[in-house]
């Protein structure tokens, strides 16, 4: 196993995370901006009006991508497991 080899699964599977937390963190954010905005318009300073939105965001975002998720984890797992003999040497 040559460190390139090792370097560009580790590589993969650190794209891989970042793409997921991305996904994951990204509608949050602008959904906490938006009522950020509004709370500082309308001067209502409620902690759970700025956390319930974006735990229904980052639920929703869960919902729709869930199924594409698991598949690239899985897709990556069996890559992984059905090269580990190669891998290995």
């Known amino acids: 196993m040559t460190p390139?080899?090792?370097?560009?699964?580790?590589?993969?599977?650190?794209?891989?995370?970042?793409?997921?937390?991305?996904?994951?963190v990204l509608p949050s954010l602008f959904v906490g901006l938006i009522v950020a905005v509004?709370?500082?318009?309308?001067q209502v300073n409620e902690q759970t009006?700025?956390?319930?939105?974006?735990l229904?965001?980052?639920l929703l975002t869960m919902v729709f991508t869930g199924?594409?998720?698991?598949?690239?984890?899985?897709d990556f797992f069996?890559?992984?497991?059905?090269n580990i003999p190669s891998l290995i040497g």
């Open 38 to 42: 509004f709370q500082a318009a309308t």
């Open 4 to 24: 390139e080899l090792v370097v560009s699964i580790f590589s993969q599977a650190v794209w891989l995370i970042m793409i997921f937390v991305s996904i994951l």
């Open 67 to 74: 199924n594409w998720m698991i598949s690239e984890i899985s």
């Open 49 to 54: 009006l700025s956390f319930l939105p974006r």
């Open 56 to 58: 229904m965001a980052t």
């Open 78 to 82: 069996d890559y992984l497991f059905i």
